[in-house]
């Protein structure tokens, strides 16, 4: 949620070799509340808010054995995390 209503930036981005690679980003406008659910399945990568999808990503680098992660940044208490999965 942005605490101004001013929106929130929804990126993804690939670390490969110990660099960040920016793969998709945008901003979704409005207070934004509710489930983000990030899916990565082949070379695809899809975000999605309260079920609608929101940002897509397709990069074939992904598609090896490696590690999962994600980060949240901004104002303190403006995220929470509930659940974390990897299968």
Known sequence: ASPNGAGVQVSIHVKLGGAYRLLATRTLAGDLQGSLR????????????????????????????????????????????????VS
């Open 38 to 85: 990030f899916e990565a399945v082949g070379s695809l990568q899809r975000v999605f808010l309260n079920g609608t999808l929101v940002l897509s990503a397709n990069d074939a680098s992904l598609m090896r054995a490696g590690t999962a992660g994600f980060r949240l940044s901004g104002a303190s208490g403006a995220a929470t995390v509930s659940q974390f999965g």
